[in-house]
């Protein structure tokens, strides 16, 4: 079982950038593809962006393309997530999560993936 912890949230203003790390330990994360999802208050969680074991593949939502930067260092056991351009609409608990049997790619449900941090939270000021 892999243990997942974020960090790097905090408040920011709009058009600024905040990066975000997800410490895996308990097993290897090269054994498994990540996401990073949010949840706003009163929303459901959605997807946010995924990354393939070796990092070859990754796939975002339309709503952070081209803005949020998904990558992961196997060495470090850390999947990263910079976000840039920030808006305040995307203020909301930041959660990475693991998947470990390799689900049909994109992973972009909840169901996909069995393991999941804590959250850090992401305020974005107008």
């Known amino acids: 079982q892999v243990q997942l912890v974020e960090s790097g949230g905090g408040l920011v203003q709009a058009g600024g950038s905040l990066k975000l790390s997800c410490s895996a330990s308990?097993?290897?994360?090269?054994?498994?593809?990540m996401g990073w999802f949010r949840q706003a208050p009163g929303k459901e969680r959605e997807f946010v962006a995924a990354i393939t074991r070796s990092g070859s593949m990754i796939y975002y939502a339309d709503s952070v393309k081209g803005r949020f930067v998904i990558s992961r260092d196997n060495s470090k056991n850390t999947v990263y997530l910079q976000m840039g351009s920030l808006k305040p609409e995307d203020t909301a608990a930041y959660y990475c999560?693991?998947?470990?049997?390799?689900?049909?790619?994109?992973?972009?449900?909840?169901?996909?993936?069995?393991?999941w941090g804590q959250g850090t939270q992401v305020t974005v000021s107008s």
């Open positions: 999560a693991a998947d470990l049997r390799g689900r049909p790619w994109p992973p972009q449900n909840r169901d996909m993936y069995e393991y």
């Open positions: 308990g097993r290897t994360l090269s054994n498994y593809r």
